[in-house]
């Protein structure tokens, strides 16, 4: 039974730790971790999915967002939200991982502070996002800006690779919405979080700086981090290790899930 301790970083960044051992993996969560209210039961809940792809005993802090960003937010800012809680509450070089939307933040830290990253993991994700993931991200800030969260969600109904996953998302959304809308965030925050990942300026001379040993690790039908961007990522990051799992989407770290223990233990 693993104990989860929730609380803020620096006073605003909510954050759920999992063990005290002296090396701890850092993990910059999801977009989930914004599109929805930062509770300590939301986080236990993520990092309790956590605990089942990583190796067996592995000390980690997943860290979310502010929950009130400012109204400047950039991914330049918050990759140094990022390097400050580093150099301030963990030892360095530090294992640092970012899944999906936290990958892409996670690529700039390693490139700007690379002496602060030893190992990087992008988990479906990459340093960027595709085309048809823009696309995907352009119609999610309309839906938020118009505070039309029904339809916001239901963009989320079509990631699994199994039908009946989706399906079963649909339906809970039929079910649950009102529920799950009362969990949501501000609806300016949602739009300022995915708006800075549209304004992401991140070259293959940031990714030539990466000196850390890195793995790149999703799904090859990814509807957000597709279209060759983790091949791209992979080859400009020197040495990285790209794992494409084929025929999967942006859900292979769910549907996929003895697979991706494997890769991310052998690496680890």
């Known amino acids: 039974m693993h104990t989860i301790e929730t609380g803020l970083l620096p006073g605003r960044m909510p954050f759920a730790r999992v063990g005290r051992g002296p090396e701890c993996l850092l993990i910059i969560n999801g977009g989930q971790g914004f599109m929805m209210k930062p509770e300590p ?18 000390n980690f802090v997943l860290i979310g967002y502010d929950p009130d960003p400012k109204a400047d937010l950039s991914l330049e800012g918050m990759a140094g939200d990022i390097a400050e809680i580093i150099d301030v509450n963990f030892k360095k070089p530090v294992g640092l991982m970012g899944i999906s939307y936290g990958g892409v933040i996670a690529t700039r830290v390693a490139a700007r502070y690379p002496d602060f990253v030893g190992k990087l993991i992008l988990l479906a994700s990459a340093y960027g996002f595709s085309a048809d993931g823009k696309k995907r991200l352009q119609k999610q800030i309309q839906f938020a800006k118009a505070e039309q969260f029904h339809a916001l969600l239901q963009e989320f109904t079509t990631v699994f690779r199994r039908p009946w996953l989706n399906l079963l998302l649909r339906f809970r959304l039929s079910f649950e919405g009102r529920r799950l809308i009362a969990r949501m965030g501000a609806p300016s925050s949602i739009v300022r979080y995915l708006e800075a990942m549209l304004d992401n300026d991140v070259t293959n001379e940031d990714l030539n700086d990466i000196s850390a040993r890195t793995l790149i690790l999703g799904g090859e039908r990814d509807q957000f981090f597709g279209g060759g961007m983790m091949e791209a990522t992979a080859s400009a990051i020197k040495g990285a290790k790209l794992t494409v799992l084929g025929d999967e989407t942006h859900m292979a770290p769910v549907e996929r899930m003895s697979d991706v223990r494997k890769h991310l233990q052998e690496f680890i």
């Open 41 to 58: 039961s939301r986080l236990e809940k993520d990092a309790g999915r956590l605990i089942r792809i990583l190796p067996p005993d592995t």
